[in-house]
């Protein structure tokens, strides 16, 4: 659902009247199907980690945001239990948090990096172009082994891939070409491997344990997953810390690592940027707060607003990085919770912890209204932040 136009950082006030109504309501799709609305915390975490739930793209009265062209794009993520965790453990090694702890230092030098080149151009500057988006890019290829010189082409294709009006045949493109791109990756890598994530996807193609095609489409979702969501997390989150300046003051002159930690559970919960909702269908009858969703219903689990819970996160309309927001839904919850979470987090750590204090005059150098937000994408961000100091 949009964003309302006068409230940039807060869900949209039909979904708030529907939470405030009751945990579950019926809605309509483009396509003429009316899953269930799941507004509220509890009902969102029971319903996620339930085995009667599916994420299941294929099964009947799945509640898809768009119409599906195919199976090409379909990856693990929406696969169930056996198959969703045969292909998940093959990439979750280094995700594990011992793994992303020991990346820090390598993140801390690109963060820097790249704010000394900021520092050393002109201004003012556009923090998407300059920091927000090549920041996680840089490590993301990093993790994978991709050249970070391809990334026009695949931050172009991704975009298309998480706009909410492109047709099913632009984004099947926009796939088959990250797809074919991946894909040759793996060959170069199948012959000559290095020490990256898609090397070790090669010796489970080697082993009989994956397929290319499967390798192929890992590395198109961690490759999209790895950037987007937090370059968009890292502009909306200055931009909302920018419009809060108690928060980024006791942000930006803390040395307190667990105040650090605390901002970013807190900015996840306050902003999270992901709007199409977590998908999922009934197997069995479920009976949950006085209503039965019937085997074949469709969910979606509204993890903006579940969030912003009352019962949960008292005040939950005031950003307070002081609240502990630990539990929020910014990652799922279950079986499907977000593999990269320890990156991400590790990453806006770092960023939060950084940017502020190394350039502590950051200012917005355009009116708030001007600001172009991405209210066309399931990814919600800004599309610029021009920024000066």
């Known amino acids: 659902m949009a964003r309302a136009a006068g409230c940039p950082f807060d869900p949209p006030p039909a979904l708030r009247a529907k939470q405030e109504e009751g945990p579950l309501a019926k809605v309509r799709l483009w396509d003429g199907s009316t899953p269930w609305l799941v507004t509220r915390y509890a009902e969102q975490r029971a319903l996620l980690a339930d085995p009667r739930v599916s994420a299941d793209i294929t099964q009947p009265g799945y509640p898809s945001p768009a119409p599906i062209n195919g199976s090409s794009t379909i990856s693990f993520i929406l696969m169930d239990d056996p198959e969703h965790a045969r292909l998940r453990r093959m990439v979750t090694a280094p995700f594990t948090i011992k793994r992303v702890r020991a990346m820090r230092p390598a993140v801390e030098k690109i963060v820097d990096e790249l704010i000394d080149d900021m520092l050393a151009g002109p201004k003012p500057v556009d923090l998407v172009e300059a920091f927000a988006l090549p920041m996680p890019s840089l490590v993301i290829c990093e993790l994978l082994g991709v050249p970070y010189s391809d990334h026009d082409f695949f931050q172009d294709n991704s975009k298309t891939i998480i706009k909410r009006d492109a047709t099913p045949e632009q984004r099947a493109t926009a796939f088959g070409h990250l797809a074919g791109y991946l894909d040759n990756l793996l060959g170069e890598k199948l012959t000559d491997p290095g020490d990256d994530m898609l090397s070790q996807l090669t010796e489970r193609i080697k082993n009989g344990e994956l397929s290319r095609q499967e390798a192929a489409q890992m590395g198109v979702l961690l490759l999209i997953a790895g950037h987007e969501t937090t370059a968009n997390m890292i502009a909306l989150g200055t931009l909302a810390l920018l419009e809060h300046p108690d928060q980024l003051a006791l942000l930006r002159d ?136």
């Open 254 to 389: 803390t040395d307190d690592e667990k105040l650090v930690t605390s901002a970013v559970e807190e900015l996840l919960r306050y902003l999270h940027i992901t709007h199409n909702g977590r998908r999922r269908v009934a197997l069995e009858d479920i009976e949950i707060a006085g209503q039965l969703i019937r085997a074949g219903d469709g969910m979606i689990m509204a993890n903006d607003i579940g969030n912003r819970d009352p019962d949960v996160f008292p005040d939950p309309d005031r950003l307070d990085i002081q609240r502990d927001a630990r539990h929020h839904v910014a990652f799922g919850f279950g079986v499907h919770q977000c593999l990269g979470q320890p990156l991400a987090r590790l990453e806006l750590q770092i960023v939060y912890s950084t940017l502020y204090r190394r350039i502590p005059t950051l200012r917005l150098a355009t009116d708030l209204e001007k600001i172009p937000f991405k209210h066309d994408g399931s990814v919600y961000g800004v599309y610029e932040l021009p920024v000066t100091w």
